[in-house]
C-alpha cells in the first residue's frame, strides 16, 4: 500500500503542476474572455469583480455576477486594450472591400466615363475620357483612405491568451474493504 502511495505522489510530481501565475493577472476590473464549459455555454465576456483564492466573480452590464471557479476555466483571454494599428489594418480590409463593390458598381452604371463623351467637356477644358478601370481603382483606393482613418479611430482590442496548466487530482477511495488509488488529469 505505501509502495502504491509513494508511485501515485511521483507521478504527481512528475505532471506538470497547476500553476496560476499567469492566472494572478485576472484582478478586479480587468477585462476577462473565458470559456467554462461545464458553467457556461461558450466563450463569456466580462469583467472580473471579484476574487478570491479559488473563484472568480465575473461581472457583464444587463446580467447578474457568475461566480466561476479556477479549476473549471479552459482557456482565458485578457484584453490589453485597443490597438490603432490593428483597428488601421481592419479598416483596410473593410474600406476596401466596400470601396471596391462601389468602384464596381460606378464603373457598371455609367457609360458617359467610357465613351469619350464628357457631357460639359468644355469647362474643363476639353473632353477628356476615363476607364472603368481608373474608376473602379480610385473609388477603392478611396475607401481604404476612409476605412484606414476610421479604423484608426475606433481602434481594434487586443487579446493576450492565458495559459491554464492542466490539473492533477489524486482520488482515494475505501469500499468494501478495500482501498483504491485513483489519479485524475485534466486538460
Do not use: H, N
Not at 63 to 73: E, F, G, R
Not at 100 to 113: C, E, P, T
Amino acid at each position: 500500500m505505501r509502495a502504491l502511495l509513494v508511485a501515485a505522489a511521483l507521478c504527481t510530481m512528475a505532471l506538470p503542476a497547476r500553476s496560476d501565475g499567469q492566472l494572478l493577472e485576472l484582478q478586479p476590473g480587468t477585462k476577462v474572455r473565458v470559456t467554462a464549459p461545464p458553467l457556461l455555454g461558450g466563450r463569456y465576456d466580462a469583467v472580473v469583480g471579484t476574487r478570491t483564492a479559488d473563484t472568480l466573480w465575473l461581472v457583464r452590464s444587463g446580467s447578474p455576477t457568475i461566480a466561476v471557479p479556477l479549476t473549471a476555466l479552459t482557456s482565458v483571454e485578457v484584453s490589453r486594450g485597443r490597438s490603432r494599428s490593428r483597428g488601421a489594418v481592419r479598416g483596410i480590409l473593410w474600406g476596401g472591400g466596400i470601396g471596391l463593390a462601389l468602384g464596381v458598381l460606378a464603373a457598371v452604371s455609367d457609360d458617359q466615363y467610357g465613351s469619350g463623351s464628357c457631357g460639359s467637356g468644355a469647362y474643363y477644358g476639353g473632353c477628356q475620357s476615363v476607364s472603368r478601370a481608373e474608376i473602379v481603382s480610385g473609388v477603392t483606393f478611396g475607401g481604404v483612405l476612409w476605412g484606414a482613418g476610421i479604423g484608426a479611430l475606433v481602434g481594434r482590442e487586443r487579446w493576450e491568451t492565458l495559459q491554464t496548466a492542466p490539473r492533477v487530482g489524486l482520488r482515494l477511495d475505501q469500499a468494501a474493504g478495500r482501498t483504491r488509488l485513483g489519479l485524475r488529469i485534466g486538460f
